[in-house]
């Protein structure tokens, strides 16, 4: 007969199967980073020992495998004998959308080449004051010919610096633009193309730049125009995450079209097939993918895609969903496609706002009450991440998200997209619903400027109180799997 522990593993396994495998994924994924790692590893093997024992054979040989999995996954190869010089000539060619966080500044992931051909590795660009000609004619696939300042990034940098983050994406280096060419290989520009032409067409119906900026950034996640005061205030307030287009606003976009399919669906039932309306979230999710086809691949919204579709597919292969396991598969898709993503504040954040909804959603059959424990835990968790990455913790990140944050996101997210649609559509040509939905938006964004004002609303944490708040995220995890085990032994002695 089996002992209770491996009773209670074998109930965890009905929840979440992959839960099992993870531990050791992780660990493996821990151990890429070499002696950096190590320990914390280790600490993490003894846990699961710990708590696994007696230990069976199969057990051993699923955690085995999952180690050796995150160590093959984890491996990145990159060229660590290159040398750059500032004052030599280098091909490029651009990997990632070009991003512009500030007015005049462009950042770009390239592959350096040089003038032969011949690869030399991945760098991490920055330029400032460049040419808004030549850097609004690059996009993905574009070759480039560049001169500017290297910085080689070290061999093992800690764990969880911005330079890990840059080695795990296979960069080799950092880099400033000094000189930048207008793209040698004649490249389709229709992307870009198509993107300058929205910009510019909603600019011109809005009169304020800034009014303008917040319709583009919140509805599109372009933050071109915003100003660095806005930003300052929407971070101050908590509702920094809506200025870019990230999971959140991608669901919504989602839930949006499905609902609209659906009731095409209903509307010509007597027309359509019966099995038609199976496919609507399929269509739905290749709407999202145009989307953000429109406004750029970046790597945040292609993560929330990519989750989105995990979810999909698994409520479609599956009858009843399984949140638990759908995370864990969203993290190991994740992880193999980024290895060590989970160590970036973006991946944590995220995670940590879909368990606290995930916890909230299952304690209540109260709709109303679900929404106030979702957006509080969810609110309270990314708050403890924040304050241990950048140092701060917003007070009035919990009132603002409850009451601001739903309608900005509506307004913004479903509004904007659709007064945008309709205007390039010609159904609104004068774009009144447009302008509409950025008075309303620029209303709330006056408030949240009115509360970030006050200093109480964003808290400086200290260095020491960052590992304090960290610590305190670890237990209540450990509080968390503890309530777990414990509402299955109380089940079993039922």
């Not at 920055?126 to 080689?152: D, Y």
Request: charged share 15%.
């Amino acid at each position: 007969m089996p002992s209770p522990d491996l009773r209670y593993i074998a109930r965890a396994r009905t929840i979440a199967p992959l839960i099992p495998f993870m531990p050791g994924f992780l660990a493996g994924q821990l151990l890429t980073h070499r002696y950096g790692a190590l320990m914390l590893a280790v600490a993490l093997f003894s846990l699961v020992l710990a708590y696994l024992h007696p230990v069976q054979r199969t057990l051993l040989a699923s955690l085995a495998l999952s180690l050796a999995a995150g160590l093959a996954s984890g491996v990145v190869l990159i060229r660590d004998n290159v040398k750059f010089f500032p004052d030599i000539t280098y091909l490029a060619e651009v990997e990632d959308f070009p991003h512009y966080s500030n007015p005049g500044e462009i950042r770009l992931n390239l592959a350096i080449f040089d003038l032969h051909g011949d690869f030399l590795g991945r760098a991490s660009c920055r330029a400032v004051h460049l040419p808004w000609r030549n850097s609004f004619k690059l996009e993905r696939g574009s070759i480039t010919a560049i001169r500017g300042s290297f910085q080689i990034i070290n061999r093992d940098p800690a764990i969880f610096s911005y330079d890990a983050t840059l080695r795990r994406r296979g960069v080799a280096a950092k880099c400033r633009i000094n000189c930048l060419s207008t793209p040698l290989n004649g490249a389709s520009m229709k992307q870009s193309s198509l993107r300058q032409r929205l910009v510019a067409s909603v600019k011109g119906m809005i009169e304020s730049g800034e009014q303008a900026g917040l319709v583009l950034s919140m509805s599109l996640g372009i933050r071109d125009a915003i100003s660095e005061k806005m930003e300052d205030a929407f971070r101050r307030t908590g509702l920094s995450h809506l200025l870019v287009f990230s999971g959140y606003q991608i669901t919504l976009f989602y839930l949006s079209a499905l609902w609209l399919l659906n009731g095409v669906c209903r509307a010509l039932v007597s027309y359509l097939p019966a099995v038609s309306r199976q496919f609507t979230p399929f269509i739905a999710l290749l709407l999202c993918s145009v989307l953000l086809g429109i406004i750029g691949f970046e790597t945040s919204s292609v993560r929330a895609l990519i989750a989105l579709c995990i979810y999909v597919f698994s409520n479609a292969i599956e009858y009843k969903p399984r949140p638990l396991n759908a995370l864990c598969l969203s993290l190991i898709v994740l992880c193999l496609i980024w290895p060590g993503c989970f160590l970036e504040p973006g991946v944590q954040l995220t995670f940590s706002a879909l368990i606290g909804l995930s916890l909230a959603g299952s304690g209540t059959h109260n709709s109303f009450l679900r929404y106030l424990l979702s957006c509080s835990f969810a609110t309270s968790l990314a708050s403890i991440v924040s304050a241990v990455w950048f140092g701060g913790i917003s007070l009035m990140a919990i009132p603002a998200n409850l009451l601001l944050g739903p309608l900005l996101s509506l307004v913004a997210c479903q509004g904007g997209l659709l007064s945008i649609a309709a205007m390039l559509c010609g159904l609104d040509p004068q774009a009144y619903l447009l302008r509409i939905i950025s008075e309303v938006i620029w209303k709330v964004a006056d408030l949240v400027q009115t509360g970030a004002a006050y200093e109480w609303a964003y808290v400086a944490v200290r260095p020491n109180l960052r590992l304090d708040l960290g610590m305190l995220g670890l237990c209540a995890a450990a509080v968390i799997v503890a309530r777990t085990v414990h509402n299955f032994r109380m089940r079993e002695h039922v």
